[in-house]
């Protein structure tokens, strides 16, 4: 079926846990805490003393008593600091706090003693990841999975900690053998799906999600065809039909950062802030939305308030071009020259024809007094302009 019969046929149908993993990929974990958040392993045989305290610890948490458990695990811990199920308890304990960076101490000192553990290693990137530290995360889940590739959990996590990070190909390749050698598995089809379509890859993209896409609400398909016609450079369309999805369940993960997109790129910028900002309220971890937001905010002159959604930006994707500059711009009109010198060349390397950077590389140069830096961007500015016009023009 091609897209755009599919994008016709309103016979499509998917779920609503199905969709948040297309639209919104972060949310393929949400199945994985559902089966596995942070699990506890069981009391070890110790002396009678210690195994008393382990127990009424476990218990103190089985109440609700995560501060009382906290203190008597770190108790038993300073008689047995080897200990490790108290030690991965105390981290369980630590995430359930919200304490994630004592809860990732806890699981590395587990590690050490238990290095073989799958389900510490697992616990230990499910903390980084709800520190949003996704490039951390994976490479935890790629360690597991040299030794345990059936584990299901750190596939679909990892797959996610990719699309997070605009690691599109790095998810392809990750996902494509399982697709291929595998029965249906929807999270697989859903991710892989995704990454073909955002590594330009439509043909082959739209084939897997062809194939997925059943058992929906009217809101589900809408928003999903919106997310399509959002792709093919529709966005005037895709804003109506989300607005449509959004109507129908203003709870569609995803909705709104696709909709403040959609507003943005069809130029009714007012709309989309308030459509990003939505989002940010549902997922503060959004990349797109951080951008966007903090991009619109900066660009009208509002850097103190911008600074902090382009900074998250950077945080969650930092091999984004575009992120470091807009950032690299944020501390260049802030008056940041040093910071923003590092910022924007970095883009340069990264991205050498990416003809704003060198423009702002420019301004930035003339305002530190290093003027034949500045005149040899201005020239690079003239040079790819040129190369565009030349570019445009159809060949005689």
């Given at each position: ?5 599919a ?9 609503y ?35 008393a ?10 109440r ?55 389900g510490?290693?697992l616990n ?26 059936e584990?299901r959990?750190?596939?679909?996590l990892?797959a996610?900690?990719y ?13 494509q ?5 595998g ?9 892989l ?8 890859q ?78 940010l ?57 040093e ?58």
């Amino acid at each position: 079926m091609s897209l755009g019969t599919a994008l016709r046929n309103r016979n499509w149908r998917t779920s609503y846990r199905t969709l948040w993993h297309l639209i919104c990929p972060c949310a393929v974990c949400f199945s994985i805490f559902a089966l596995s958040e942070f699990s506890a392993p069981q009391a070890p045989a110790h002396t009678k003393d210690p195994e008393a305290i382990f127990h009424e610890a476990e218990e103190a948490f089985q109440r609700g008593e995560v501060q009382r458990a906290i203190g008597l695990y770190q108790e038993l811990l300073r008689a047995q600091p080897d200990s490790v199920p108290a030690r991965t308890n105390l981290a369980v304990a630590f995430a359930h706090e919200g304490r994630y960076e004592e809860a990732v101490s806890q699981y590395k000192e587990a590690l050490k003693r238990a290095p073989e553990n799958p389900g510490i290693l697992l616990n230990l990137a499910l903390a980084r990841y709800k520190q949003a530290n996704f490039e951390q995360a994976a490479a935890d889940l790629e360690r597991l999975r040299a030794k345990h590739l059936e584990n299901r959990q750190a596939l679909y996590l990892l797959a996610d900690c990719y699309l997070r990070l605009g690691k599109n190909r790095d998810a392809i390749a990750l996902l494509q053998p399982v697709y291929d050698a595998g029965p249906e598995d929807r999270t697989v089809d859903f991710a892989l799906g995704m990454a073909l379509l955002r590594d330009g890859q439509v043909q082959k993209g739209e084939i897997i999600i062809d194939r997925v896409l059943k058992n929906g609400g009217p809101g589900e398909v809408d928003l999903l065809i919106g997310a399509a016609q959002l792709a093919a450079g529709d966005a005037k369309t895709a804003a109506l039909t989300l607005r449509k999805a959004l109507d129908a369940n203003p709870a569609l993960p995803g909705g709104w950062s696709l909709y403040g997109k959609a507003l943005l790129d069809s130029g009714d910028p007012g709309s989309a802030k308030a459509a990003l900002q939505k989002a940010l309220q549902a997922d503060p971890n959004d990349f797109e939305a951080n951008l966007y937001l903090g991009g619109m905010l900066r660009h009208n002159g509002g850097t103190t308030e911008a600074a902090p959604y382009l900074k998250k930006a950077l945080f969650l994707r930092p091999a984004s071009v575009e992120a470091r500059f807009q950032v690299g711009v944020l501390n260049l009109e802030e008056g940041h020259l040093e910071e923003a010198r590092k910022d924007l060349e970095q883009v340069e390397r990264d991205s050498p024809d990416f003809q704003e950077a060198h423009a702002q590389l420019a301004v930035l140069y003339a305002r530190m007094k290093r003027l034949d830096d500045s005149k040899r961007e201005r020239d690079i500015v003239l040079q790819l302009n040129e190369k565009a016009r030349e570019q445009r023009e159809p060949t005689k």
